[in-house]
């Protein structure tokens, strides 16, 4: 364990090094891009195309392909990290601008309530801002993303991806992303990298998930 003072107070840092992950509604992985290869990690994914993928790019991760709000409910004691990114087409800004009306998918708020009350460990949940006052205040905004989490996240400087007018957007976010796409055939290759969450941003969250953090501050009389 690390010390270290910062004027009165004294912050205990514990770094957990080998965490049991579920990575739910992985994608192609670019949360997990740069996490490495010293946990031991779930991806739950359900189109086998985009499965084979996050496997490729990730073969020492287990990939299910299945139902991740299923999983979750079925596995969450299982793992000391869970991560998840449920559908947000329904809750984006973008839904504004269409004539089609649709409930906003409400498994987002079914995890965030799930995991706050019955999960033990480490938890975020991501999703976009939405288009309406979030019903559960999100603890942080971070770049495109609302998160829920139950452990710090030190804010982080990042730079808007605005890469949609980009007349070969594909090969910039491959380039940016460093996911390789050219070899697969028959996917939507440019949403695949548009779903992504920027690399940087996911190791960050997990080097915040990995620490313990202990706040002391001397002299300090509870109310
Ligand atoms: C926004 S993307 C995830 C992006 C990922 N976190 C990343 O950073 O690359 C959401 C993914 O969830 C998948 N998905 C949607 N509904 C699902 C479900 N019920 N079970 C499992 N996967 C699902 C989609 O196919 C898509 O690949």
């Not at 548009?194 to 080097?207: A, S």
Request: hydrophobic share 40%; net charge positive.
């Amino acid at each position: 364990m690390a010390f270290r003072t910062v004027g009165q107070l004294t912050i205990g840092i514990f770094v957990q090094k080998h965490l049991r992950i579920l990575n739910l509604y992985a994608g192609i992985g670019g949360n997990r891009k740069l996490w490495g290869d010293e946990h031991e990690i779930t991806a739950v994914e359900y189109k086998p195309e985009i499965a084979k993928i996050y496997r490729d790019f990730f073969p020492n991760d287990k990939v299910v392909v299945a139902d991740a709000h299923q999983y979750l409910l079925e596995h969450f004691s299982e793992f000391d990290f869970i991560w998840s990114s449920p559908p947000c087409p329904t809750h984006s800004r973008t839904r504004t601008m269409q004539k089609k009306k649709v409930y906003p998918d409400m498994r987002l708020y079914q995890e965030i309530i799930f995991l706050k009350y019955w999960y033990k460990g480490k938890y975020l949940v991501e999703n976009v801002i939405p288009y309406y006052k979030p019903l559960i205040s999100p603890t942080r905004i971070l770049h495109r993303h609302c998160i829920w989490s139950n452990f710090w996240v030190q804010d982080m400087a990042t730079e808007p991806l605005q890469t949609c007018k980009a007349v070969k957007e594909r090969e910039l976010l491959q380039e940016k992303f460093g996911f390789n796409l050219d070899d697969y055939t028959g996917i939507d290759k440019r949403l695949l990298l548009r779903n992504c969450v920027v690399p940087e941003l996911g190791k960050h969250i997990l080097d915040w998930a990995e620490k313990d953090v202990i706040i002391e501050q001397p002299n300090f009389i509870l109310p």
